[in-house]
């Protein structure tokens, strides 16, 4: 542009005036055109990295499909896998971690999310403590030989645990009872009268959580009902997220021919997530290590 002649001037526009006329520093300008002449590109100031971004590119694939592999999780965040370039000794920068992941579409797949409007619960539901609240929550799926099957479960606000999991054909509030039973015996060793007191369990008010049945039975237990609030599902948001999880790497994956091949699916889920799954609130800790660490 800057050599074009002007029709009214009858002379080149010059590198001056276009600069102004597009507002562009003339040290961008002069930048560029020492580089295109001596054939380089423009580069981060500073020493190199010790790993190109290729190299740096081909690490994560590897981690990503050995990860896939060995535990099952299909897609990890740049978060869980900058941790994991750090256990293997790589020291690279999260925001390069991420960089790299996008440019190469490793990045794990997300919903775009929706505006919401003021929020009721602005609080915390997390614990500092195992085993002082739990979640529970019930989703669904479709077998392939025996239509839709309920699951119901419990998880630790704390650790992130899966401390019980089940699945039925008809989602009923004794159903709903069986993964809290599975959780009693497995923090406090049996199912008897007040064993669990101390505990909350969070819900929402689906028509199993707030059934008679179900109140009289975690009260027998010792488990005190802690109701989320009605239409803020994020007052459950433990459970929920847990519920996403299980859809992404497992449900949304495979298809079950019948509700006792889908139990079996999420007992071993179960154990898998809970040796195997990072939990970035603990510093990337697996949840059976968060409850070790408490323990020790």
Not at 115 to 133: E, L
Not at 188 to 215: C, I, K, M, N, P
Not at 277 to 289: M, S
Request: hydrophobic share 35%.
């Amino acid at each position: 542009m800057s050599v074009t002649h002007s029709p009214s001037e009858d002379r080149p526009y010059g590198v001056t005036l276009v600069l102004k006329t597009w507002e562009i520093p003339r040290s961008t300008y002069y930048d560029a055109r020492d580089r295109r002449l001596k054939g380089t590109s423009a580069s981060r100031p500073g020493p190199k990295p010790l790993l190109s971004d290729q190299r740096l590119a081909e690490l994560i694939q590897e981690l990503l499909t050995a990860t896939e592999e060995h535990y099952g999780i299909r897609g990890e965040g740049y978060r869980k896998v900058h941790a994991r370039l750090q256990h293997a000794g790589h020291q690279v920068a999260k925001d390069r971690v991420l960089r790299v992941m996008r440019e190469h579409g490793l990045l794990s797949p997300t919903r775009v999310g929706r505006a919401r409007g003021p929020r009721v619960h602005d609080g915390t539901i997390v614990t500092d403590q195992a085993d002082v609240m739990w979640g529970t929550d019930a989703t669904s799926i479709t077998t392939l030989d025996e239509g839709t099957a309920t699951i119901f479960f419990v998880v630790d606000h704390c650790t992130g645990e899966c401390l019980g999991i089940h699945a039925a054909r008809r989602g009923t509030r004794f159903e709903a009872l069986e993964p809290v039973r599975q959780a009693v015996r497995f923090a406090y060793g049996g199912v008897a009268e007040g064993v669990a007191t101390g505990l909350s369990l969070r819900h929402d008010h689906g028509s199993q959580f707030v059934s008679r049945a179900f109140q009289e039975e975690i009260a027998f237990l010792g488990i005190a009902s802690s109701p989320s609030f009605v239409r803020a599902p994020e007052g459950n948001g433990v459970a929920e997220r847990f519920v996403r999880t299980l859809k992404e790497q497992l449900l949304w994956l495979r298809y079950f021919r019948n509700v006792e091949e889908l139990r079996e699916g999420l007992l071993e889920f179960a154990e898998r997530y809970n040796r195997s799954w990072l939990r970035a609130r603990h510093g990337y800790l697996t949840p059976t290590q968060v409850r070790a660490k408490l323990a020790a």
